[in-house]
């Protein structure tokens, strides 16, 4: 797991005039994740390492008798997941082989899934152009960019709910020192300033509206629109309960698009 060492986090806080009992309510209200970005947006300290993780759009390589998930929605992430980082998330995710999402990104879709394919399975790449209704149709394939994985630390919508901050926040200067404060400890956490647009792995989401992940339902993963379309601004969201996802019943994911 990610963590930030308390005499740095305390240093931090003192430098955005933040008590220490106020950054330990914040850290007890964080969950891990892992971001997948463009090389150039890795970490300087984590470029020499750094190790392909995943990959936007393309075509999907599926097993015989596995068929591109109808009603034939784009194939938008791809996520090997012996490539990702161990011991970080906590969710369970597939220990190999690759885990496929399709989705509409630019406007809500009719449907979404998840697929994991298996490291040992034979593949075959399919093709885009398939038969509707008597005529040859296309479906969107999104541009393949690479994207390495960096863990970092989300935080909790509602954490500031605790004792000390609320007591802290009485104060009319607070809020601005808190807001400042929250973005340094994620960053820290990132290793760098974290970029705005992103893939996201597990953790808390950072929706535009409601969010999704309340109750027992968990992040799985979060896409924005632009990591995979410069042109499309949305939010998608894929949640499920931690059982199911780590039961691997993805048939049983919940999708949200936000615009």
């Not at 009992?21 to 969950?31: N, W």
């Not at 999704?212 to 998608?236: C, H, K, S, W």
Request: net charge negative; with cysteine.
């Amino acid at each position: 797991m990610i963590s930030i060492d308390e005499p740095l986090l305390l240093k931090t806080a003192a430098e955005h005039g933040v008590p220490g009992p106020v950054a330990r309510e914040l850290m007890a209200r964080t969950r891990p994740c892992l971001y997948l970005v463009p090389y150039e947006q890795v970490p300087e300290a984590l470029r020499e390492d750094a190790r392909p993780a995943g990959r936007t759009g393309g075509l999907p390589a599926l097993p015989e008798g596995v068929d591109w998930p109808e009603p034939r929605e784009p194939l938008v992430l791809s996520v090997d997941c012996a490539a990702l980082p161990q011991d970080i998330l906590d969710i369970e995710l597939p220990a190999d082989g690759q885990l496929l999402f399709f989705t509409h990104i630019s406007y809500p879709p009719e449907s979404s899934a998840v697929l994991h394919i298996p490291a040992e399975a034979r593949t075959t790449e399919r093709s885009a152009t398939y038969e509707f209704m008597g005529e040859a149709t296309e479906t969107t394939v999104y541009e393949p960019r690479t994207l390495y994985p960096v863990p970092a630390l989300t935080l909790d919508k509602d954490w500031d709910g605790g004792p000390e901050t609320r007591e802290f926040l009485e104060d009319d200067q607070a809020e601005d020192a808190l807001e400042s404060f929250e973005e340094a400890v994620l960053d820290l956490a990132y290793g760098g300033r974290r970029p705005s647009v992103v893939v996201q792995l597990g953790g808390f989401s950072d929706p535009w509206d409601m969010a999704p992940d309340e109750g027992d339902r968990v992040l799985l993963a979060q896409i924005a629109g632009q990591a995979i379309d410069y042109n499309a601004f949305t939010m998608n969201l894929i949640v499920g309960t931690r059982e199911d996802i780590a039961a691997r019943r993805y048939a049983e994911l919940g999708y949200d698009q936000q615009t």
